[in-house]
């Protein structure tokens, strides 16, 4: 078990989370119907691009594995001319194919990711997360870049995935010209349990918007009638994007620029790609 103190917009939290240890989990008494369900909902909403309509994020959801992942292709490819959008969304499809040799509740998401990668051959860069739940129900991931998530339990926020840049907006990323290799993703498991909701998202997510914003929404939808993974999904982007345009919104990402010596006021303009996961 992880004990975590770490302070959210002046706010101290303390989150536990319980890491996976599979030498302590009891296979033998392990009821069938106890293995979690995931109901899961994307919503996408691409920036406002005439030369790019189709943004430069990607995402996939596998119900059929239980596995979920999102891409961010690199924007600076643009000055060269080349879409990154068409690697993220190559980069997805090839993790969809590389899947289907995985057997459900045992996905091994850095192989899948390793598989995608080598078939991926167009010109571009993406990061990249991919995220399974196991027959242990483990959360089971692999990040490389500045993609991920966020874990709620009892609409309180609990864990979030582990970002990876050279320097600041300088993710790690898979693709040409980069030394950045699946072997290096951050990979980990969490134990989750019903009830829990994952929200992952690209940097367009993460960049505009604190965890106790999602926790709000989450908590307006809780007790209501069901509210489905997609509509969440659609109300988190929906209060990103105003962040990202409100010039007097103190946004993550111009607190994580003034902690590297950069001037940002505002939000971060940006595609933004949201995939929830309601754990049952």
């Known amino acids: 078990m992880i004990v975590k103190r770490r302070k959210v917009e002046g706010h101290v939290e303390l ?3 319980t890491k996976c240890d599979e030498n302590n989990i009891d296979y033998f008494h392990k009821k069938d119907d106890q293995t979690l369900k995931m109901n899961a909902g994307a919503f996408y909403l691409p920036k406002d691009d005439k030369e790019r309509p189709q943004g430069e994020d990607a995402h996939f959801i596998c119900k ?3 596995t979920i992942g999102v891409a961010d292709g690199v924007g ?3 000055r060269k001319g080349v879409d990154a959008g068409i690697y993220a969304r190559r980069l997805m499809e090839n993790s969809i194919i590389a899947l289907q040799g995985e057997k459900k509740g045992s996905v091994n998401p850095r192989k899948v990711l390793q598989e995608a990668y080598s ?3 167009v010109k571009g860069s993406s990061t990249a997360c991919i995220i399974t739940i196991d027959s242990n129900n483990c959360l089971h991931y692999v990040n490389l870049g500045d993609s991920g998530f966020l874990l709620f339990r009892e609409n309180k926020y609990i864990y979030k995935s582990k970002v990876q840049q050279h320097e600041f907006n300088h993710p790690y990323q898979l693709g040409t ?5 699946p072997c290096l993703a951050y990979e980990e498991k969490i134990l989750v349990e019903a009830g829990d909701i994952v929200v992952a ?3 367009g997510l993460l960049d505009n918007i604190y965890p106790s914003e999602i926790t709000k929404i989450l908590e307006k939808a809780d007790g209501k009638n069901e509210v489905s993974a997609e509509e969440l999904a659609w109300r988190i982007v929906e209060r990103a994007l105003f962040n990202s345009v409100d010039e007097e919104y103190h946004s993550p990402f111009a607190r994580e620029a003034e902690m590297a010596g950069y001037l940002h006021t505002g939000g ?3 595609d933004i ?3 929830v996961c309601q754990f049952k």
Do not use: Q
């Open 201 to 203: 998202g690209t940097d």
């Open 273 to 275: 790609t949201v995939i």
């Open 177 to 181: 010209c980069s030394d950045d290799l």
């Open 119 to 121: 078939n991926t051959n």
């Open 268 to 270: 971060k303009y940006d």
């Open 15 to 17: 989150s536990i989370v």
């Open 64 to 66: 059929e594995k239980l």
């Open 76 to 78: 600076g490819w643009a």
